[in-house]
């Protein structure tokens, strides 16, 4: 293919693709293949077997979730690996939380469960999730900022390993529960180191002036309160810096104001464990350079040996909180492609003088299925998935049907030029925060969700259908159950 100049309206990080058909192996999930025909493959790793994208759209409709099961089993244990790793070459141990708000289903609480991780809820309805997946309460841990007493009641009563406490009102809530219940409950202290983690605003929960979390500076008074209370545990600090993070500065500057919090409140008596949070940034598209989740641990721990030596104290047992570094490249989501429209861009021209044109590709989901494009600004990568194309690449913008114009999937890639209706499209990593934030918006039926393995598909949260978004409607049950007359 001839080399190209970029769109001027196109962002400076978009390279155009060297080959449109590449499949890149850092953001896509490792068992998805060209097949010899170039169609998009989940592989069962003998040559041309598995199954394609026209036969999972076929066997499941479109728009449609794939996960490859293997390719989380994969990620998962591997982060687990890394983060006891870096633990245990500063002489601690590590426990990792699946951060289940990424992608919550039971059968991924089972699959968490087979790997020996721990799952965080930050609800009644995850915490019911997580529970019915079959884990063990003790691996659970719940999170919010403002649980509900009912929720605070089936957290102790199921016995929850730990309830993060976000405000001084919490502790009575807690305590006041355990109690009841003749129980003692594990808290930890969810505080706000101030420090802002370098990524989009809106992911950052680490500020000042933000809803997570107590102050630095309430901490002491605080812990006492929890220490003072019998039907509390004090098992140590929380932080969580913020989302898609991948420079280790954030968690370290962090860390450090957390641990010298922990040094102080050690006075007081013993802390088993700190949390550092979650938030280990992936690649979206391949112009991403996400490190590797082992890099940015072992800088995290190497730092924490270090402030814990100068303050000369014992590292605590660690606890992290990954969500989407072991999902998100593990899903992908299958579009049909609906109409297509070549948009002239009057106010910029092109290499030759022409008006640069973008290619509107709508597809059969949109921002009910992926919502981050429009909530976070989020960038996405897309390619032709039911076969290959030697056309020129054209700068396109994949949309969805709603009646928005922030209606976006992918705000900026470039697709084969003589992309066409009836074409399946597949977008990277969409495994975290997509099924997880999808609505009904415009009546729309949330996709069914697919695990495939071992090149087979099988089913694991089924698709709405109109019937379910009649269930809820009033009028319409009761009219459906009223008894027909008859009109003469
Ligand atoms: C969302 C969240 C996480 C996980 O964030 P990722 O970016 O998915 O890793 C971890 N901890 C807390 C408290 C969270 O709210």
């Known amino acids: 293919m001839a080399l190209h100049t970029p769109e001027p309206v196109a962002p400076e990080w978009l390279a155009v693709p060297k080959d449109l058909n590449a499949i890149d192996a850092r953001v896509w999930p490792h068992n998805l293949r060209r097949d010899s025909n170039g169609e998009l493959t989940f592989t069962n790793g003998v040559i041309d077997g598995g199954i394609t994208v026209d036969e999972l759209a076929n066997q499941f409709g479109t728009p449609l979730y794939v996960i490859d099961e293997d390719d989380f089993r994969a990620r998962a244990a591997g982060i687990k690996k890394a983060l006891e790793e870096a633990a245990a070459r500063i002489g601690t141990t590590a426990k990792v939380y699946y951060a289940s708000k990424a992608f919550l289903c039971t059968e991924i609480v089972h699959w968490v469960d087979e790997l020996g991780l721990s799952i965080d809820v930050a609800s009644g309805g995850e915490l019911a999730a997580a529970l019915a997946g079959g884990i063990n309460p003790a691996r659970i841990g719940l999170h919010g900022n403002n ?30 529960a355990a109690q009841a219940q003749e129980k003692v409950q594990p808290v930890r202290l969810r505080v706000n180191t101030g420090v802002h983690a370098n990524t989009h605003d809106f992911l950052a929960t680490a500020r000042e002036d933000q809803k997570f979390g107590v102050p630095l500076a309430d901490v002491p008074a605080l812990v006492a309160k929890i220490r003072s209370d019998r039907h509390l545990k004090f098992l140590g600090l929380h932080q969580h810096v913020g989302s898609q993070i991948y420079s280790p500065e954030g968690f370290i500057e962090s860390s450090r104001r957390l641990i010298a919090m922990h040094a102080e409140l050690l006075a007081g008596g013993e802390i088993p464990e700190l949390n550092i949070g979650g938030g280990f940034g992936i690649n979206y598209k391949p112009a991403d350079n996400a490190p590797e989740v082992s890099k940015v641990a072992f800088a995290i721990t190497d730092a924490v040996a270090a402030e814990c030596q100068r303050l000369g104290i014992k590292v ?145 949260v089924r698709g709405e259908t109109e019937a379910d978004l009649f269930a809820r409607d009033v009028r319409f049950q009761e009219s459906a159950k009223a008894p027909k007359i008859e009109k003469s």
């Open 316 to 460: 605590p047992a660690l606890a992290f909180e990954p969500g989407r570094a072991l999902v998100g490249n593990s899903g992908i989501t299958l579009y049909n492609v609906g109409t297509i429209k070549d948009v002239k861009l009057s106010d910029a021209v092109d290499a030759k003088g022409l008006p640069a044109v973008r290619k509107y590709v709508s597809v059969d989901g949109g921002m009910s299925d992926n919502a981050r494009p429009a909530l976070y600004e989020a960038e996405y990568h897309t390619v032709l998935a039911s076969r290959v194309s030697s056309a020129e690449p054209a700068l396109s913008r994949v949309v969805g049907k709603h009646c928005e114009s922030g209606d976006i999937v992918v705000r900026h890639d470039y697709l084969p030029a003589d992309v066409a209706p009836n074409d399946l499209l597949a977008v990277a990593a969409t495994g975290a925060y997509c099924y997880s934030l999808s609505s009904n918006y415009n009546w729309l039926t949330r996709p069914p969700v697919v695990a495939v393995r071992g090149g087979s598909a099988r089913l694991i």
């Open 147 to 176: 649980k509900s007493l009912a929720e605070i009641g089936r957290a102790v009563s199921v016995g929850v390993g730990a309830i993060v406490v976000d405000s001084e009102i919490e502790i009575e809530r807690i305590a006041s």
